[in-house]
């Protein structure tokens, strides 16, 4: 509570200083007059703006009640001891939840095998997605076959997909274990890691892919043209032309990849079940939550998990700002 | 600085388009040529070909003499400009234009100073920081420019390049590239759309039609002495006339009455295989109110009475248009015309007929009026073929000619 006070006091304190030094006239209209240069609508602007709220308002209200209830109950249960298995110690302890799984090696080896993961998936993904999209972009014959066999691994439900991984792994019947003389690289840490990126690079890879493709086709046929005739060899033609052009549709492409690699599950849930320390955060929460029971520490845990990817998009967003070709935006401010 | 041969080069398509077809056309150094056509004639897939932004299906082309079929854009020392102006939208104005001179690895005070020099002459001084987006139409036209002048290439190739801006602006940009390319020099193959761009800032006009070239020359011969149909109905505006003319006892019955034929002309249409149809073709200009003429020169001409439906006074002369009766000219090249200009523009083959008199005529809308036309300008063409019979080496004769 105490916390909450200062800064509105604060506010108060500083709106009355205002008010005494410049009195109340001059005050109002200043104010008014900034909000008016903020946003000079007319009245046809304001209809066109309400009836966007409204067109927004179903949506908008289905969002509320699937995701912002299950949240908002996520954040009340990790803020309580409650174990399933003990239902009679529940009790409110505040933040004492978070200090627990912030404080536990178990969830920092988590959170570091999820930051390894997603930092190294996405940046493959993203050089193996651009060269695929250019492929895919530049195909004049069989465009539609090639798209098509380019897509098939996204098309795969993911636990399909990672049992076949698993099968090709497990020693005396998987063909890949076999190309290595039938080690077990599926009971090992480093060797379980890489099977796990690889199983997810294979599968996103044409997602991402696609979303380059559509930046691809931002890029305007005479903007190659007078790069080439000014005299840019194809290699300056991809980096100084194309790649700035594309810059908004790249950072969509990672930002979308970036928040589904760090919530990485299904394969590991099928490939190591979290053995060997290969546990995502999300799989520690799952197996906190789901198996052990312990609504506290796995809501906790999620709650984790979701500040962790605000911050991505956060992050993302503020980057987009300035990311539109042509703005100047940047000069501007 | 270069000139540019190219030697019956061809453009095929994957699809089988033929898009070009046997161009033989030689550009003298610091020549001014430029390319018009009906859309999709292949103006821009030659120009495309020339800069080596699209391969050569056969033919040879030479730049400065040397054989550049297989070269990359980037080896032929050629600037190009284009319709959409192609600004790199991630860089600045200087950025822009310095961009090929730092492909050619200058050093940073040689690419300064270029820059600088070539924003002088195309005022683009104040506009060197902003980027494209905040610039107007103008503007990034000229920096379009600027990007290709800097380099100083052995050609400029330009692809409509002013069809983007507005009427006004476009005359302010004619004169600025006339003058540019005096100055420089350079080279230059430009394509256009525009009528007054083809006839004014040209040394010599280049036509073409499906891909084939119709006729070279200077935009006043390509004017006077069109050697078809094609050529005659696409230079001019407004376009000349054109009228059916049935050949029988030695004349030419049209509209306008009963045309004599002269010795020469006669001999060509008695052949066994003549055309007993003909295409007669005049221009506006080549029209005059009886009343207005003297003597001497109506011995030269014609004369015939028609109804007057419109009379647009342009101060310096009028535009007055006529009915008249009479069968239609028909043939492939006037309807490809028509198509190309949009029927409202392209009156040429239509039943009215465009004449120019002069200020002082008092022709009324309404009225019937007397009008003379002058016999030594008319042009006859075979409509099969559209080869115009009246042109005897090189030269329109009129249809009197002995
Ligand atoms: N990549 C291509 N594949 C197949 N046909 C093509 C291709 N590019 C152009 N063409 C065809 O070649 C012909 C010539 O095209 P081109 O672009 O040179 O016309 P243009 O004279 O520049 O026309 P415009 O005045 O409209 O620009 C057209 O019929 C066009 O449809
Ligand atoms: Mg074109």
Redesign the interface.
């Known amino acids: 509570m105490s916390i909450n006070a200062t800064p509105t006091g604060a506010d108060v304190a500083a709106d009355e200083t205002a008010t005494r030094s410049t009195g109340r006239h001059a005050a109002v209209p200043a104010q008014r007059a900034g909000r008016r240069a903020k946003a000079p609508l007319s009245e046809n602007k304001r209809a066109e703006r309400r009836l966007g709220w409204l067109l927004c308002a179903p949506a908008a209200l289905v969002m509320v009640l699937v995701t912002a209830y299950p949240i908002l109950y996520s954040v009340w249960l990790s803020l309580q001891r409650f174990d399933l298995r003990f239902p009679d110690q529940r009790e409110f302890i505040g933040l004492d939840n978070y200090v627990t799984v912030l404080t536990n090696q178990f969830w920092w080896t988590a959170f570091g095998v999820t930051a390894l993961i997603t930092v190294v998936t996405v940046a493959i993904e993203l050089v193996l997605g651009m060269g695929l999209a250019l492929i895919m972009h530049r195909t004049?014959v069989g465009r539609g076959i090639v798209r098509t066999a380019a897509l098939i691994p996204y098309g795969i439900v993911t636990v399909v997909a990672a049992f076949s991984w698993r099968y090709a792994w497990t020693p005396g019947t998987g063909y890949l274990a076999n190309v290595f003389d039938g080690s077990a690289p599926l009971t090992e840490r480093a060797s379980s890691l890489a099977i796990i990126m690889l199983a997810e690079i294979w599968k996103t890879t044409p997602f991402m892919a696609l979303l380059l493709m559509a930046g691809l086709a931002l890029v305007?046929e005479?903007?190659l043209?007078?790069?080439?005739?000014?005299?840019?060899?194809s290699w300056?033609r991809f980096t100084?032309?194309m790649l700035?052009?594309m810059?908004p549709a790249i950072l969509v492409a990672l930002l979308f990849r970036t928040l589904d690699a760090f919530r990485v599950f299904d394969n590991i849930f099928v490939l190591t079940a979290g053995g060997n320390e290969t546990s995502s955060v999300s799989m520690l929460a799952y197996n906190n939550l789901i198996r052990g029971l312990n609504l506290g520490i796995g809501s906790t845990m999620s709650v984790l998990i979701f500040i962790a990817v605000a911050i991505i998009a956060f992050v993302f967003v503020k980057l987009f700002g300035t990311a539109a070709?042509?703005?100047?935006d940047g000069?501007r401010r | 600085m270069a000139d540019i041969v190219l030697d019956k080069v061809s453009k095929k398509f994957?699809d089988g388009t033929v898009a070009v077809q046997d161009v033989d056309l030689e550009i003298a150094d610091g020549e001014f040529v430029i390319l018009v056509g009906p859309s999709g004639c292949g103006k821009s897939t030659t120009l495309?070909m020339i800069?080596?932004?699209e391969d050569i299906s056969s033919g040879e082309l030479r730049i400065a003499g040397q054989r550049v079929n297989d070269k990359?854009?980037?080896d032929?020392d050629?600037?190009?400009v284009?319709?959409?102006y192609?600004l790199?939208?991630?860089m600045t104005v200087r950025e822009n234009m310095a961009?090929?001179l730092r492909?050619?690895k200058l050093d940073r005070a040689t690419i300064d100073a270029k820059v600088d020099e070539a924003a002088k002459v195309l005022e683009l001084t104040p506009l060197l920081?902003?980027?494209?987006?905040?610039l107007s139409g103008g503007q990034r036209q000229r920096v379009a420019m600027g990007?290709a002048i800097v380099r100083q290439p052995k050609a400029f190739?330009m692809d409509e390049p002013l069809s983007n801006l507005d009427a006004k602006l476009r005359v302010q940009m004619r004169t600025v590239v006339s003058r540019l390319q005096k100055q420089l020099g350079t080279t230059t193959v430009y394509v256009t759309h525009d009528q007054t761009e083809a006839m004014t800032l040209g040394d010599r006009v280049v036509i073409m039609r499906g891909g084939a070239v119709q006729q070279v020359g200077p935009p006043q011969e390509l004017y006077d002495h069109p050697r078809n149909l094609f050529v005659a109905g696409f230079i001019g505006s407004p376009s000349m006339n054109f009228l059916h003319a049935a050949v029988s006892e030695g004349r030419l019955r049209t509209a306008l009455g009963d045309v004599a034929i002269g010795d020469r002309l006669r001999r060509q249409i008695e052949g066994a295989d003549a055309p007993r149809e003909l295409i007669l073709g005049i221009r506006p200009e080549h029209f005059e109110d009886a009343e207005l003429i003297d003597e001497e020169t109506r011995r030269r001409g014609m004369e015939f009475d028609a109804p007057v439906d419109i009379v647009e006074s342009m101060g310096s002369d009028k535009y007055v248009y006529f009915t008249v009766e009479g069968e239609r000219a028909t043939a492939a090249e006037l309807e490809e015309l028509a198509a190309d200009a949009g029927a409202a523009d392209f009156a040429g083959a239509g039943s009215s007929l465009v004449t120019r008199l002069s200020a002082e005529s008092a022709v009324r809308e309404g009225e019937n009026r007397r009008v003379w036309f002058n016999l030594d300008k008319i042009h006859l063409f075979d409509p099969s073929t559209g080869r115009n019979l009246t042109l005897h080496e090189g030269r329109a004769a009129g249809a009197l000619a002995d």
């Open positions: 004049l305007p005479d903007l043209k007078a790069a080439s005739t000014d005299g840019a060899t300056q100084k032309v700035p052009v810059k070709p042509g703005s100047d000069e | 994957p495309n800069a080596g932004l990359a854009p980037r032929r050629i600037a190009m284009f319709q959409s192609a790199y939208p991630n961009f090929p492909l050619a920081d902003r980027k494209p987006a905040n990007r190739l």
